[in-house]
């Protein structure tokens, strides 16, 4: 049953006709599953917030297969694209949605991103308010148990991608290590990751079959200089990050995996935004992120470290960098892309 009452908590009006033309083919082809075991036909619960059920009750077919399922499908089919959230999806503030939308809907599940476990080893600011780390319990059993059927229905499956991670760090999730130890020997999956980077060469060591599935390295980073990113990923190192990378870029053209960076634009660094694409390039990267920082509930006052608001106090500062950032993007010897930082004349 669609619900109302999570569309007006994320400010989108149901009842708008976006007029679309084309198939956004994420609510026919991609599952999304939460801490809870809840399944989100969408990249991101809060692009399309409404639940399709619970893998603690059902299996993920049946999920799939039911009425809210279908209704949200219809809602793209028909071009209104009512119940997603066109203020934060970064495919509907794209100046060029045509190039990620289709003329015809895709068929079966061929995406499943992985929200399960917030575990992680660095407790950025912007994430959270103290440091999470499941360690065991009932808890973790039934994140477990969750995961059985995950893999029970990507074993009856065809060709699947999978990405693990967004939520907390995969390489230091317990729950994490588990679904990659069951997931090893399937040759139909392959495996994208966010990550913070600061454990993939220890991962590398005792799990290099899971590099040879992968096919994106995603790399939060949020500082081009040792004190940006060391205030803002904390228990992170300057020293531990720069050899991690070092090791990507060592590693990146034999397991010819796309190495994407992600960058949360914030008061703290958005002076850093040029340094970033640079560092991009020093080590590889096909491709950099850079998007506004989102309110997870861990400032108290968010607007003054959201320097993309116009009520920001630093606001006409970052239109001036941003727009020397865009004129260094244009010649950069990486894809530069930034949907949610807004667009100056």
């Known amino acids: 049953m669609i619900n109302p009452r999570l569309f007006d908590h994320y400010g989108i009006d149901t009842k708008k006709n976006l007029g679309i033309d084309r198939i956004c083919p994420r609510p026919f082809d991609t599952v999304l599953i939460d801490s809870n075991g809840s399944c989100y036909v969408c990249e991101c619960t809060a692009w399309l917030p409404q639940s399709i059920g619970n893998l603690q009750v059902t299996e993920l077919q049946d999920l799939l297969d039911n009425s809210v399922h279908q209704q949200l499908k219809n809602s793209i089919r028909d071009g209104s694209y009512r119940y997603c959230n066109n203020n934060q999806c970064s495919y509907l503030l794209d100046d060029r949605p045509q190039t990620k939308f289709q003329t015809q809907e895709p068929g079966a599940i061929k995406y499943i991103r992985l929200g399960l476990d917030s575990s992680c080893n660095l407790r950025c600011p912007s994430c959270r308010t103290q440091h999470h780390f499941l360690k065991g319990g009932r808890q973790l059993q039934n994140k477990k148990k969750i995961i059985d059927k995950i893999v029970k229905f990507i074993r009856s499956n065809t060709q699947t991608h999978i990405h693990i991670g967004s939520d907390g760090d995969p390489f230091a999730s317990l729950v994490y290590r588990y679904f990659l130890r069951q997931i090893r020997d399937l040759k139909h999956v392959t495996v994208s990751v966010q990550t913070n980077g600061l454990l993939i060469k220890k991962m590398y060591i005792r799990n290099r079959p899971l590099f040879d599935k992968l096919t994106e390295l995603n790399i939060s980073i949020d500082g081009a200089s040792r004190d940006t990113y060391e205030t803002l990923r904390l228990n992170g190192q300057w020293s531990k990050i720069k050899e991690n990378l070092d090791f990507v870029k060592q590693i990146k053209s034999q397991h010819k995996f796309e190495l994407i960076f992600h960058y949360v634009v914030q008061r703290t660094n958005y002076t850093e935004m040029t340094d970033m694409i640079h560092m991009s390039e020093q ?14 509930n861990t400032f108290s006052n968010f607007q003054w470290h959201d ?32 949907p949610t930082l807004g667009h100056f004349e």
């Open 307 to 338: 320097v993309t608001d116009p009520k920001n106090d630093l606001y006409n500062n970052y239109k001036e960098v941003l727009k020397h950032t865009r004129t260094v993007a244009r010649t950069a010897g990486v894809k530069v892309e930034m």
């Open 283 to 296: 080590y590889g990267a096909d491709r950099i992120w850079l998007n506004k920082i989102t309110d997870w």
